[in-house]
């Protein structure tokens, strides 16, 4: 019963090293497909916070999370990523 337990743990950490790295392709995606003025008024976003919103928008409604917990995942990922 034990190596099922382990296994199943091995198993989810590497969906979720799979998850991390489809949530950074996608804000790389979007980052290079973005056109920065997309605000609609004011200054127009930088090419980073516009890829920042759409991919967390995109993120949000691909997994049934609040926009808000979507804008955090991919800041997230690349600080975990980066350590």
Do not use: C
């Given at each position: 019963?034990?190596?099922a337990?382990?296994?199943?743990?091995?198993?989810?950490?590497?969906?979720?090293?799979?998850?991390?790295?489809?949530?950074?392709?996608?804000?790389?995606?979007?980052?290079?497909?973005?056109?920065?003025?997309?605000?609609?008024?004011?200054?127009?976003?930088?090419?980073?916070?516009?890829?920042?919103?759409?991919?967390?928008?995109?993120?949000?409604?691909?997994?049934?999370?609040s926009?808000?917990?979507?804008?955090?995942?991919?800041?997230?990922?690349?600080?975990?990523?980066?350590?």
């Open positions: 019963m034990l190596e337990i382990v296994e199943v743990e091995r198993l989810m950490a590497s969906l979720m090293a799979s998850r991390t790295v489809a949530i950074n392709e996608l804000y790389q995606l979007a980052l290079v497909a973005e056109n920065p003025d997309r605000s609609g008024f004011g200054r127009p976003w930088s090419a980073k916070i516009a890829a920042h919103r759409i991919a967390s928008s995109e993120l949000a409604v691909a997994t049934r999370i926009e808000r917990e979507a804008l955090l995942t991919p800041t997230e990922n690349r600080t975990k990523n980066a350590n």
